[in-house]
T-cell receptor
Framework: SAVISQKPSRDICQRGTSLTIQCQVD?????MFWYRQQPGQSLTLIAT?????????ESGFVIDKFPISRPNLTFSTLTVSNMSPEDSSIYLC?????????FGSGTQLSVL | AQSVTQLDSQVPVFEEAPVELRCNYS??????LFWYVQYPNQGLQLLLK??????LVKGINGFEAEFNKSQTSFHLRKPSVHISDTAEYFC??????????FGAGTRLFVKA
């Protein structure tokens, strides 16, 4: 199993600012995934982050808005840039382990 | 590309009654199939998964699902539900790299 520490757990931000979310895993993993769960909705995959290469973004998500770093096999960050109220959501870090996904506790972001 | 369709957004059911939550998927390649559950105010956890082998998969808390390749379905069932089964259930499909796509979710509401 994998234990994922994600921080901050929640934040309230002003429009136009940026927030960086950190994800730390207690074991080395090849791929890390970033998801968004908007209020009352399902999880939407933002991007897949591999160590040593550029993140792969899903349709509708771009690097300028959601830059991702993956400096080593246990850590990743997701930045939500130039935020607007529409970015209010829960952001989740996830890793694969034992043929299933493990999720961090999430970052609840509110943009005013 | 893969996609997941959960046919019911909400399923109300009385306690001790049977329940089926429906899920259909589409993919051009072999996939892995999952059901995740999200209890109120909690993170996602795996309920069960199908990777290969027997098409009937048993999971935690008495749930089971059957993989039907010809109908591209992976419906979740439980013969007798409990109040504590009230939660959001997500069907998901992933490729070999565990890039996972989630359905819209089905809210199971168990009534006394």
């Amino acid at each position: 199993s994998a234990v994922i520490s994600q921080k901050p757990s929640r934040d309230i931000c002003q429009r136009g600012t940026s927030l960086t979310i950190q994800c730390q895993v207690d074991s080395q993993v090849t791929m890390m995934f970033w998801y968004r769960q908007q209020p009352g909705q399902s999880l939407t995959l933002i991007a897949t982050a591999n160590q040593g290469s550029e993140a792969t973004y899903e349709s509708g998500f771009v690097i300028d808005k959601f830059p991702i770093s993956r400096p080593n096999l246990t850590f990743s960050t997701l930045t939500v840039s130039n935020m607007s109220p529409e970015d209010s959501s829960i952001y989740l870090c996830s890793v694969e382990g034992g043929e299933k996904l493990f999720f961090g506790s999430g970052t609840q972001l509110s943009v005013l | 590309a893969q996609s997941v369709t959960q046919l019911d957004s909400q399923v109300p059911v009385f306690e001790e009654a049977p329940v089926e939550l429906r899920c259909n998927y589409s993919s051009s390649v072999s996939v892995y199939l999952f059901w995740y559950v999200q209890y109120p105010n909690q993170g996602l956890q795996l309920l069960l998964k199908y990777l290969s082998g027997s098409t009937l998969v048993k999971g935690i808390n008495g749930f089971e699902a059957e993989f039907n390749k010809s109908q591209t379905s992976f419906h979740l069932r439980k013969p007798s539900v409990h109040i504590s089964d009230t939660a959001e259930y997500f069907c998901a499909v992933s490729d070999w790299g565990f890039k996972t796509i989630f359905g819209a979710g089905t809210r199971l509401f168990v009534k006394a």
